[in-house]
């Protein structure tokens, strides 16, 4: 996909917000969606807080004049039709599973505003960070559980699994019989806890039914056989060049957790 002389990008979907702030001119970015301001969700807060923002209404994009349009999939369907009534044109992206399909998506987007070079360039960084953060050949796995602030932990076939792998970490969600994502009562991770808890960030004064089961007393009597790490919650949310970020993460815990092991 590529569009002739894109001047006028505007984006309503968070984890397309930050792959356009890579791979798009400043000039191009005629907004973002508001959530790219938020620190405790968005990798890119402090650029954002320097650009235009949306909220999305198909009356306010409108009136952006934008060459282009980037949204999700599953973005509310109705604003994309009142958008394409009002002549605007809408690029949708899926929500990327796979490394391969983040990757993928992140050539997308710069070729739909006409720069592939800096997609190339963000594609490399990606696997430099990749290679940087793998561990050790013959290293044993640490098996572990990733586990997100909205109460849910992360399952097989997405992208943090994914990561998780590459990382030197395997992801045990199969043995709570998860799906991609699903819920694993307290009984159950405190009768068989895996080697790793890895959270997000609790914030703090915004205890979510999940934070206060993760800061359990219960867990911590199997604190010694379950080492804990925390992630920051933005880094869980998005692939592309958040990527970068989120492997070197997962990497300085396996590598801590390694080290604190008797």
């Known amino acids: 996909m590529a569009c002739a002389d894109v001047q006028r990008v505007v984006s309503l ?14 000039e191009q970015i005629a907004a973002l969606s508001y959530y790219a301001s938020d620190p405790r969700s968005s990798t890119i807060a402090d650029i954002a807080k320097t650009l235009p923002m949306t909220y999305g209404t198909a009356e ?6 934008p060459d282009l349009v980037i949204s999700s999939q599953y973005a509310p369907q109705k604003t994309h039709e009142a958008l394409q009534r009002l002549g605007a044109k809408i690029a949708l992206f899926d929500v990327p599973l796979t490394l ?8 997308e987007l710069a070729r739909a505003v006409n720069r592939p070079e800096r997609g190339e360039a963000v594609v490399a960084n990606i696997e430099a960070a990749l290679v940087a953060a793998a561990a050790p050949p013959n290293t ?6 990733v586990f ?5 932990f992360a399952g097989q076939g997405v992208l943090i699994d994914e990561l998780l792998g590459r990382t030197g970490f395997v992801n045990v969600a199969a043995r709570y019989q998860l799906g991609q994502f699903g819920v ?4 159950r991770m405190i009768a068989d806890p895996p080697q790793a808890l890895l959270s997000g960030v609790i914030e703090a004064g915004g205890l979510t039914w999940g934070d206060r089961l993760v800061s359990h007393p219960a867990l911590a009597r199997v604190a010694q056989g379950m080492a804990r790490a925390e992630l920051p919650e933005r880094l ?14 997962l990497a300085d815990a396996r590598r801590r957790i390694a080290s604190a092991a008797p």
Do not use: K, M, W
């Open 148 to 152: 997100q602030s909205n109460g849910f």
């Open 184 to 187: 694993v009562t307290l009984e």
């Open 100 to 107: 391969a399909e983040s990757i993928a998506q992140v050539r």
């Open 236 to 249: 869980l949310l998005c692939g592309g060049p958040v990527i970068t970020q989120t492997v070197a993460v």
């Open 13 to 26: 979907y968070p984890c397309l917000d930050t792959i356009l702030v890579h791979v798009a001119d400043r």
């Open 60 to 65: 306010e994009i409108v009136s952006l004049r």
């Open 140 to 145: 044993p796995p640490i098996s572990a559980l």
